[in-house]
């Protein structure tokens, strides 16, 4: 049987079996804790030039079910799980997903302790690896010298495009910093025409659009990295354009407002992230996926107050603007976590165009 290893920085090595494509790849570590929704992790461009580990022991029990994408490329750089299933059973299946990692050149590595390895990232902190087949191949400053850059760019839309909804009320500018489709589907179920835009758009062409509303998509990497994309977002908060932030939006969106972000030190994935609503008291269980926070302490008073917060960790959730009629959340309002879904903040967002129009007339 072929082996294959994951190279730590640290210097730790897990044997395992390669799977899909077999080739080397180093990239950072990281893992969600999500039980399914491993199509959703496998598609969320969130994942860019990262190397995505399954906490869950069983992984690909239902198979390859293409409608269920939130994009068309596998993100990740690589993929391991504790096990993967090779005979799937369910009734919208298209396949298996060895198979399917390897007609999309997608590496992945099954059969380590993927418990060890997890608990070492919670201990540690997100490091940076390597898959191979040789672990003398592996450089280790290399390894530790890897950085995701230029991420958003790389997943970005290059062009502009329109996704229209049935009996449309509303123009909605949406900015692809690595978006997923579902962010779409949300604003089209309520009645909003969807501009999709390019990660550099300009405010000149966000003011000729005349749109009712902005939502700033999800999207991977270090978030301060964006100074293009920070700057005009400053210079498009003077426009009192009704917005809404989900995930690396969220994080962009107050570091246009001067605000902060820090890197966690093992973050936020998975399906199962307890989110407190500090206006009313209530936990929601959210869908996350981040490696980087706003940093409360950093909040203006005057500007801005915070709207949510970990409740594991006290880390800032989201933002509600008193100078412009925005607000913004760390976690995935469109993804379905649970049975109290936060997609009611979907139609927030519609309310706060509403109310705009209105007072335009």
Known sequence: MKKAYL????????????????????????????????LETLTDKSYHGQIVVQTFPLIGNYGVIPADFEGEVIAPSAYIVKEWCEEPSNFRSEGDLGTFFKERGVVGLSGIDTRTLVTMIRESGVMNGMITSDPARADMEKIRAYRVEKSVESVSTAEPYELKAENARFRVGLFDFGLKRNIARSLNARGCDVFILPYDTKPETVKDLALDGIMLSNGPGDPADNTGVISN???ISSLRIPTFGICLGHQLLALSHGFKTEKLKYGHRGANQPAKDLTTGKVYITSQNHGYAVVSDSIDP?????????????????????????????????????PRDTEFLFDRFVGLMEVNKNASR
């Not at 190279?7 to 077999?22: A, S």
């Not at 880390?315 to 959340?329: L, M, Q, R, W």
């Open 7 to 38: 190279v730590l920085e640290n210097g730790c090595v897990f044997e395992g079996t390669p799977f899909g494509k077999e080739a080397d790849v180093t990239a950072e570590v990281v893992f969600t804790t999500g039980m399914t929704g491993y």
């Open 233 to 235: 977002l400053k210079e």
């Open 302 to 338: 005057a500007v801005a107050s915070e709207l949510f917060i970990n409740a594991n960790d006290g880390t800032c959730e989201g933002i509600e603007y008193k100078t412009e009629p925005a607000f913004s959340v760390q976690f995935h309002p469109e993804a379905c976590a649970g």
